[in-house]
Structure formats: C-alpha cells, structure tokens
Nanobody, 131 residues
Framework: QVQLVESGGGLVQAGGSLRLSCTAS????????????FAWFRQAPGKEREFVATIRGDGSRTYYADSVKGRSTISRDRSKNTVYLQMASLKPEDTAVYYC????????????????????WGQGTQVTVSS
C-alpha cells in the first residue's frame, strides 16, 4: 500500500490561491512512481467524497472535475515523489477536506474518477475558503 501525506491546506479568502502537496513514500512503492495514477478528491461536511483531478505518475492524462476546471492545475514532481494541486480563484464552496489517492492503472486510457477505484489514501488536509 502506498503511503501518502498531504499538506498545504489552510484558511484562505475567496478569490485566493492554495497549492496542495501529496508526497508518496518511496519505500511503500510496488513499482516506480510513474507507474501509478494519482488523484485528488475532496469531502465537505455532510457530503460524499468527490473527484477533483487526476494525473498519471508519468505526468500524462490529466483530467479535472467540471467544478474546478480552469481554476486548478494538477502536476507532479517525480524527483520528489510528489503530486500537486494548484487552486486559484477559490470559492467558499471549495471548502472541504482534500484527500490524495493512488492506484495502479490497469487501463492506459481510462480516467479513474471514483473513490471506490482507489485503495491508497492520505489522511487529508483541510481547505477553508472564507467569503
């Protein structure tokens, strides 16, 4: 199981920006970093966990939820085993706990966007956007 640690959350005013980081522990890898799919999900109080963005460990196949498209960028730094989520123009409705997830992809073309498709999760980082 890949160990994931998120950081970078906090309190920000509406319209502001944040960069979340998710660092994977190399000692827990079953294959190279590039062989995984990584994703960000978020969960607001009383709501189900929802997909935000995904990227392959080789940097390919990025995909975003409509709710963040155009305001967020997912990227990765293979040398640091880290995946980032840069968020801009934040809105109060972006307030949630943000989770990083990882899995081994079995399809080269499929976008894994459901929480049930991931087995490895971080502990989450709180993002609060004030109006």
């Amino acid at each position: 199981q890949v160990q994931l640690v998120e950081s970078g959350g906090g309190l920000v005013q509406a319209g502001g920006s944040l960069r979340l980081s998710c660092t994977a522990s190399e000692r827990t890898f079953e294959r190279p970093f590039s062989g995984y799919v990584f994703a960000w999900f978020r969960q607001a109080p009383g709501k189900e966990r929802e997909f935000v963005a995904t990227i392959r460990g080789d940097g390919s196949r990025t995909y975003y939820a409509d709710s963040v498209k155009g305001r967020s960028t997912i990227s990765r730094d293979r040398s640091k085993n880290t995946v980032y989520l840069q968020m801009a123009s934040l809105k109060p409705e972006d307030t949630a706990v943000y989770y990083c997830a990882a899995r081994v992809p079995y399809s080269p073309d499929y976008y894994y966007t459901y929480p049930s498709e991931y087995g490895d999760w971080g502990q989450g980082t709180q993002v609060t956007v004030s109006s």
